[in-house]
C-alpha cells in the first residue's frame, strides 16, 4: 500500500480519460421549476448508527442541482470520460478547452463532496 | 469548435511585462508566476504539454549558451542519463530575435533572447524536436514584439489592454472563466479589467445591473449610481462606486474615492468585459474604453 507521500498525483492525461458514475443509491426526481432533486442516504459512523437511529436523525440528504450543475450531472453515465465533459462543456459554452476543464473538475468536485458520483481512474501508469 | 472560433483567436495575444507573442491554435496557458523580475508560464494544447516561457531579470547580459546548455544537460540527466553522457553542447541558430539551441530530434530545444533595455532574459523550453513542433515554434519565436514602451500591451487569458507604463501590473484572479486583472499605479490610481464567461449561465437569474453591482461590492465597493448604456455597441451598464481609502493616512481618515466602471456584453465571444478604475482625487483618470484592445 501506498504511504500518503507515495500517492501519485494524476497527470492532465489521466484526469481528462477518468469516467465520473453516479451513485446507484441516489433517487433523482424533477421539480416544478425544471431542476433535479437527489436523496442520498446518510451513512453514520458505525459507533453512531443505533443512537442515529435511536434520536430519529434523518436519514437521507437532498441536493437541488440546477442550470450546468444539473446538466454535467445528466451527462455522467460511467461512459462519458472527464474529456467528453470537457468538450461538451466549451462547445456548449464557448470556452476554451482548459476554461471548460478547470470548470468541470470543479462540478464534479462538488457532486463527489456531495456523494452524488465517483470518479473511477484508469489504473496510473508507471511513474518510474 | 472552429479553431479560430472567436473566443479562440482572443486568447492568442500574450503580451506581458516586456515582451509580446501570438501564441499557436489552441495553446492555453495553464500554470503562471507572474512576477516582473521572475516569472513563468506553463503551455499546454489539450493535455499535451508545449513549453514554458520563463522571464528574469538579469543585471548583467548572462551567457545565454551556457546557461542553454545547462538546462539540456540537468533535463537528459534526469530523462536520460545514457545520453547525457554524450551531450556536447546545443546547436544554435537564430529564429527572429531569439538564439534558438536544438540537438537531436524528440529532445527538448530551447530559445533565448535578453533585452537590454529592461535587463530581461526570456527564455521558451519546448519539450520536443521535429519537424512538426518546428512548424509551430518557428512562427511563435518570429511574433515576438519588446513591450518596452510608454503605452504597454497587456493580453492575457483574452484580457486585452494598453496602459501607461506607470500602472504596474498587481495581481491576477482567473477564477474559472472569470478573470481579473488589477493594475495600480503609485499614486494609488486602481484600474481592474475583466473578462467573464458562461454568459447564459451567469445571467439567467439577474440583470447586467445587479451582476455590475455585486462584483463591484465584491471589492468593497459602495454604489452611487447605475446605468444601462450603449457600450462599444454593445449592450452595457456604466456605474460609479466609491471605496474606502486604502492608502496610510486615508485609512484613518476614512474618506472614500471615487470610481467609474463599465461592463457590456461582447454577444458574438459570448463574453462580459469590464474596466473599472478607482483612486484618490488627485490621481489622473484613464479613459479607460481607449484603454481596451479590441
Known amino acids: 500500500m501506498r504511504s500518503k507521500h507515495e500517492q501519485h498525483e494524476p497527470t492532465f492525461a489521466e484526469q481528462l480519460e477518468a469516467r465520473p458514475i453516479k451513485n446507484e443509491r441516489a433517487v433523482a426526481s424533477r421539480t416544478e421549476d425544471d431542476a433535479v432533486r437527489l436523496r442520498v442516504p446518510l451513512v453514520y459512523p458505525v459507533w453512531l448508527r443505533s443512537a442515529a437511529r435511536a434520536l430519529g436523525l434523518r436519514q437521507e440528504k437532498s441536493f437541488e442541482l440546477e442550470g450546468v450543475g444539473r446538466a454535467v450531472y445528466d451527462r455522467v453515465d460511467g461512459k462519458n470520460s472527464v474529456e467528453n465533459l ?31 458520483i465517483v470518479i473511477a481512474a484508469n489504473a496510473p501508469r508507471d511513474v518510474n | 469548435l472552429e479553431p479560430d472560433a472567436p473566443h479562440l483567436e482572443r486568447i492568442r495575444p500574450l503580451s506581458l511585462h516586456t515582451f509580446s507573442f501570438t501564441l499557436p491554435r489552441g495553446w492555453e496557458v495553464t500554470a503562471y508566476l507572474l512576477d516582473e523580475s521572475d516569472g513563468q508560464l506553463q503551455l499546454y494544447e489539450r493535455k499535451h504539454f508545449r513549453g514554458q516561457l520563463v522571464w528574469r531579470k538579469t543585471p548583467k547580459p548572462p551567457d545565454e549558451l551556457r546557461i542553454m546548455n545547462e538546462i539540456q544537460r540537468r533535463h537528459l540527466e534526469k530523462e536520460l542519463p545514457e545520453r547525457a553522457k554524450r551531450f556536447g553542447e546545443l546547436s544554435v541558430r537564430k529564429v527572429g530575435d531569439f538564439s534558438f539551441g536544438y540537438s537531436l530530434e524528440g529532445e527538448p530545444c530551447q530559445a533565448s533572447l535578453y533585452q ?80 467573464l464567461g458562461m454568459v447564459e449561465e451567469t445571467l439567467r437569474t439577474i440583470t447586467m445591473a445587479q451582476l455590475h453591482r455585486a462584483l463591484l461590492r465584491q471589492g468593497g465597493a459602495r454604489i452611487v449610481s447605475s446605468e444601462e448604456r450603449q457600450i462599444r455597441g454593445c449592450t452595457g451598464v456604466y456605474t460609479t462606486y466609491e471605496k474606502r481609502g486604502e492608502r496610510r493616512l486615508e485609512q484613518l481618515a476614512g474618506r472614500y474615492w471615487k470610481g467609474e466602471a463599465f461592463l457590456w456584453l461582447e454577444k458574438d465571444e459570448r463574453r462580459i468585459y469590464g474596466l473599472e478604475q478607482v483612486g484618490p482625487q488627485r490621481a489622473k483618470r484613464l479613459d479607460l474604453l481607449d484603454a481596451f484592445q479590441a
Open chain 2, 116 to 195: 537590454p533595455k529592461t535587463s530581461t532574459l526570456v527564455q521558451w523550453v519546448f519539450p520536443e524536436l521535429g519537424d512538426d513542433a518546428l512548424a509551430t515554434i518557428e512562427p511563435l519565436l518570429l511574433s515576438y514584439r519588446p513591450n518596452e514602451q510608454e503605452l504597454r500591451r497587456w493580453e492575457m487569458f483574452g484580457v486585452r489592454l494598453a496602459l501607461p507604463s506607470a500602472l504596474a501590473f498587481t495581481e491576477m484572479a482567473p477564477l474559472p472563466a472569470n478573470v481579473a486583472v488589477t493594475f495600480e499605479s503609485k499614486h494609488h490610481l486602481t484600474v481592474v479589467a475583466r473578462r
Open chain 1, 86 to 116: 470537457v468538450d461538451w462543456l466549451a462547445r456548449e459554452h464557448g470556452l476554451s478547452f482548459h476554461e471548460a476543464r478547470v470548470l468541470i473538475m470543479k462540478y464534479l468536485q462538488m457532486l463527489m463532496e456531495r456523494g452524488l
